[in-house]
């Protein structure tokens, strides 16, 4: 017996009732020959048969300590058990430890020397961390343990009923009147970490509502689902822009993600803080508190930096961790050495607010080969406080008002499209559900321009400027061959999927638990420029002509290109007061001059980048755009037709001084004008940081969680100069 069984065995004595499955990857019976990715039908049936019979007997006895309808979804999904990899893919994300009851797990707990107080679902993380271990030393599995759902034990004497999904019986959804102290719209990044925050208040009740359905699906966890996820509507919001000028009438997609966690669930997991001006900007306009010196503590509040790091800039403590690539290829140390070539220095910490500049690899919310998205990191922890009600499939329809005083949200059943909700706030309705549905809901429920709010016949509650300034990043994407190596194109197929199949399964580092981009550039599109005006991305990989994240057939590299602040201007305004249908979204790509002539330094650039002394062992010809692209009409033209968002929508409910006649909510959220109602999320941001908006998001709401609460502000951090 091996030192991880031999820890599971004296587990397993130390619990009244411990059962565990050996379904993990390479676990197998004496009848399974078959390699680790490989599964026999006789496996899949058995591992139905045993969830079956542990989901029966945990009914009948009244013990269900960790929500196994997870392991039951992932194992009976048909298009997830009919592929051998997909299918070994999601025995490694199931949960492997079901336990009798809070008090056993309690115990248990303060066995590995955590604390009473400690919450019930850090006790199962650190249970999963012993699991883990094993799997370096000669136990080629590992274990992903699932968020506690301690129902039974710890449910809300307020008459607190999990809607978890519309498979829920009738009998245990709420009905129509609930009341609780604050009520969210919306669980993305903004959403989950406000779930966390208000509950660690003792006796605070929150309800969110969340439009899609559970975070349960493999890819969602998986890295390498990302582009699975992105297409899938039943998690993602399918919005597509409206036809633009600057882009020859094209539409573009524009996803969002739609399920708990909201965008951190599909995104492409990059941790982007942005320039210490950025935050200095939105101080400037009036609103107090929001310096680069007042949000670095919220900064350093949430996240969790594994590696090398200044304290002083960087939190240790926090939920989310932010770690450093650990999977690395010949051609990214080529293209970092080329841009040195081009007076570009390595930058080994983009995060540090005052030097951006710079190439390196990206630091990355991905941890032992899974995605940390906010749901996971923070939703799904606070339904261990009793004081949380998810709400999934819950369209929310209207805030309804008092007068001017927000009272709560009216939703429909996603599902079924019939059957309405109302809930209710006592003190707060917060709106968290991202630049284009917060813009949509709040114009629908009457607060937003009066021209608009007249044509969609809503009655005016608030006469506020919803729905424009809004922005969002514009890329490009420059793409050569590769010759002399593999590059991801090749890995992803074949032998070489299997391969990365295994070594992901085995904890090693695999191109399945990759961002999607690698390597970061930050630059300037002007020689006396002082900071970067442009970002930059790369991988050793190509992608097809139109596609955003489906490989192409050759070997390839990708250089991607977009302006920091884009001063191009458009808007976000609902069509109807339908709740069902989408909202009609104009960034007025390319708009204004200065954008253009951002991108077009940019994308010569980037073209100069792939060009280098560095990379001519592996640079095999310019594919996209080809070599006959020269003149800055051609290159514009190249744009035009090719560019896509980089899907960080910001500004549509911005944040200013009721005296700055564009902005809707103040420097605490509030929305001007009415009582009891706020907004936190991206849309709220007075203009767009030189970063992806995720963590940025993050750190409104974990600004706002002490303003709602009425808790002074974090303390700016010593040594930092203001």
């Known amino acids: 017996m091996g030192a991880v069984e031999a820890e599971i065995e004296m587990i397993g004595q130390s619990l009244d009732r411990f059962v565990m499955i050996d379904i993990g990857i390479g676990v197998a019976g004496p009848d399974d020959n078959a390699g680790p990715a490989i599964f026999s039908t006789r496996r899949q049936h058995r591992c139905r048969e045993a969830v079956a019979l542990l989901v029966s007997q945990s009914q009948e006895q009244g013990h269900l300590a960790l929500d196994m309808r997870l392991l039951a979804d992932v194992l009976l999904d048909k298009d997830v058990a009919e592929r051998p990899e997909t299918f070994a893919g999601a025995l490694a994300l199931t949960p492997v430890m079901f336990l009798d009851g809070v008090p056993h797990l309690l115990r248990f707990g303060h066995r590995l020397g955590l604390g009473h107080n400690t919450e019930p679902g850090q006790i199962v993380w650190r249970i999963a961390d012993v699991f883990h271990a094993g799997s370096?030393?000669?136990?080629?599995?590992?274990?992903?343990?699932?968020?506690?759902?301690?129902?039974?034990?710890?449910?809300?004497?307020?008459?607190?009923?999990?809607?978890?999904?519309?498979?829920?019986?009738?009998?245990?959804?709420?009905?129509?009147?609930?009341?609780?102290?604050?009520?969210?719209?919306?669980?993305?990044?903004?959403?989950?970490?406000?779930?966390?925050?208000?509950?660690?208040?003792?006796?605070?009740?929150?309800?969110?509502?969340?439009?899609?359905?559970?975070?349960?699906?493999?890819?969602?966890?998986?890295?390498?689902?990302?582009?699975?996820?992105?297409?899938?509507?039943?998690?993602?919001?399918?919005?597509?822009?409206?036809?633009?000028?600057?882009?020859?009438?094209?539409?573009?997609?524009?996803?969002?993600?739609?399920?708990?966690?909201?965008?951190?669930?599909?995104?492409?997991?990059?941790y982007?803080?942005?320039?210490?001006?950025?935050?200095?900007?939105?101080?400037?306009?009036?609103?107090?508190?929001?310096?680069?010196?007042?949000?670095?503590?919220?900064?350093?509040?949430?996240?969790?930096?594994?590696?090398?790091?200044?304290?002083?800039?960087?939190?240790?403590?926090?939920?989310?961790?932010?770690?450093?690539?650990?999977?690395?290829?010949?051609?990214?140390?080529?293209?970092?050495?080329?841009?040195?070539?081009?007076?570009?220095?390595?930058?080994?910490?983009?995060?540090?607010?005052?030097?951006?500049?710079?190439?390196?690899?990206?630091?990355?919310?991905?941890?032992?080969?899974?995605?940390?998205?906010?749901?996971?990191?923070?939703?799904?922890?606070?339904?261990?406080?009793?004081?949380?009600?998810?709400?999934?499939?819950?369209?929310?329809?209207?805030?309804?008002?008092?007068?001017?005083?927000?009272?709560?949200?009216?939703?429909?059943?996603?599902?079924?499209?019939?059957?309405?909700?109302?809930?209710?706030?006592?003190?707060?309705?917060?709106?968290?559900?991202?630049?284009?549905?917060?813009?949509?809901?709040?114009?629908?429920?009457?607060?937003?321009?009066?021209?608009?709010?007249?044509?969609?016949?809503?009655?005016?509650?608030?006469?506020?400027?919803?729905?424009?300034?809004?922005?969002?990043?514009?890329?490009?994407r420059i793409v050569a061959r590769v010759k002399n190596i593999r590059t991801i194109n090749e890995m992803s197929k074949g032998f070489g999927l299997a391969g990365q199949i295994a070594r992901w399964a085995l904890g090693r580092p695999s191109i399945l638990a990759l961002s999607p981009s690698l390597v970061h550039w930050f630059w300037k599109s002007e020689d006396t420029m002082q900071q970067p005006d442009l970002q930059g991305v790369f991988s050793p990989a190509s992608y097809k002509q139109g596609f955003v994240g489906l490989l192409d057939d050759y070997p390839g590299m990708t250089a991607g290109v977009w302006q920091h602040r884009p001063e191009s201007i458009g808007y976000v305004r609902a069509r109807s007061t339908d709740p069902f249908e989408d909202p009609a979204i104009q960034p007025n790509y390319l708009k204004d001059p200065i954008d253009r002539r951002t991108l077009l330094n940019g994308m010569k650039l980037a073209r100069k980048l792939l060009h280098t002394q560095a990379l001519a062992e592996y640079f095999d010809g310019d594919e996209l755009p080809g070599p006959d692209v020269h003149t800055d009409d051609e290159w514009m033209g190249y744009a035009r037709q090719y560019g896509s968002t980089a899907y960080h929508l910001i500004g549509t409910a911005r944040m200013g001084p009721v005296s700055d006649r564009t902005s809707v909510v103040s420097d605490e959220l509030l929305v001007h004008g009415v009582q009891g109602l706020r907004v936190v999320d991206a849309s709220v941001m007075p203009s767009m940081p030189s970063a992806n908006t995720y963590s940025s998001t993050m750190m409104i709401a974990e600004k706002a969680s002490d303003m709602i609460l009425g808790r002074q502000p974090l303390a700016p951090v010593e040594g930092i100069a203001a």
Request: charged share 25%; net charge neutral; with cysteine.
């Open 136 to 270: 370096g030393s000669g136990c080629p599995w590992r274990a992903y343990c699932a968020w506690t759902d301690f129902r039974h034990q710890l449910r809300m004497e307020s008459g607190r009923k999990a809607t978890e999904s519309g498979e829920v019986e009738e009998q245990d959804k709420n009905n129509d009147g609930d009341i609780f102290d604050y009520v969210i719209v919306g669980s993305g990044a903004a959403g989950s970490v406000l779930c966390r925050r208000l509950t660690e208040q003792p006796g605070v009740t929150v309800c969110v509502l969340e439009c899609g359905p559970p975070d349960r699906h493999p890819y969602i966890h998986i890295p390498a689902g990302f582009i699975k996820m992105l297409f899938n509507p039943k998690f993602t919001w399918q919005f597509q822009t409206e036809p633009g000028e600057g882009i020859n009438g094209r539409r573009i997609p524009t996803t969002q993600g739609r399920t708990l966690g909201g965008s951190s669930s599909i995104n492409g997991m990059i």
């Open 272 to 476: 982007n803080r942005g320039q210490r001006a950025d935050f200095d900007s939105w101080a400037q306009r009036g609103n107090r508190g929001w310096g680069y010196v007042d949000v670095l503590p919220y900064f350093k509040r949430t996240e969790r930096r594994i590696g090398v790091a200044d304290d002083r800039i960087h939190g240790r403590e926090g939920n989310l961790p932010v770690t450093d690539m650990d999977w690395f290829h010949p051609v990214c140390d080529a293209f970092m050495d080329g841009a040195q070539e081009l007076g570009i220095p390595r930058c080994e910490d983009y995060n540090s607010g005052d030097r951006q500049a710079g190439v390196g690899y990206f630091q990355r919310l991905i941890n032992r080969g899974y995605r940390h998205s906010a749901a996971r990191v923070f939703l799904h922890p606070a339904r261990a406080s009793g004081q949380l009600d998810v709400r999934t499939d819950a369209r929310a329809s209207r805030i309804l008002f008092d007068g001017t005083r927000a009272k709560g949200v009216r939703y429909v059943d996603d599902l079924g499209r019939t059957t309405i909700r109302t809930v209710f706030a006592r003190k707060e309705v917060i709106v968290s559900s991202g630049t284009a549905n917060s813009a949509k809901l709040l114009q629908i429920s009457g607060v937003g321009p009066e021209a608009l709010l007249s044509e969609l016949g809503v009655p005016v509650v608030a006469d506020l400027p919803v729905g424009e300034n809004f922005r969002d990043h514009y890329a490009v």
